[in-house]
């Protein structure tokens, strides 16, 4: 099985920067993409930004200048710097990764979310 533990959230008056991380433990035979998603109350869960394990990233428009995905292959982690941050940020975080355990077989994982609220 996999883990996946992210950290970093908190509260943050709007216009600041938070740091939030996560960690991928476990069989893990090799990762492709890793990604953050987002859940505000009364919303679906949305994509934030992702990254392949070749370093594409892809971005939501509302965080794009913004945001900063990066990983760190050996350390099997992945980080999402936040930046200028807006009260419509307010939202759990999910980390996501695809993971084999094994070769040929694939699936997902996601932490259990780290609250991330921006008010003054």
């Known amino acids: 099985q996999v883990r996946l533990v992210e950290s970093g959230g908190g509260l943050v008056q709007p216009g600041g920067s938070l740091r939030l991380s996560c960690a991928a433990s476990?069989?893990?035979?090799?990762?492709?993409?890793m990604g953050w998603y987002r859940q505000a109350p009364g919303k679906q869960r949305e994509l934030v930004a992702r990254?392949?394990?070749?370093?594409?990233?892809n971005y939501a428009d509302s965080v794009k200048g913004r945001f900063t995905i990066s990983r760190d292959n050996v350390k099997n982690a992945l980080s999402l710097q936040m930046n200028s941050l807006k009260p419509e940020d307010t939202a759990v975080y999910y980390c996501n990764a695809n993971v084999y355990s094994e070769p040929g077989y694939a699936r997902d994982y996601w932490g259990q979310g780290t609250q991330v609220t921006v008010s003054s």
């Open positions: 476990g069989t893990i035979f090799r990762i492709n993409t």
């Open positions: 990254i392949t394990s070749g370093g594409v990233t």
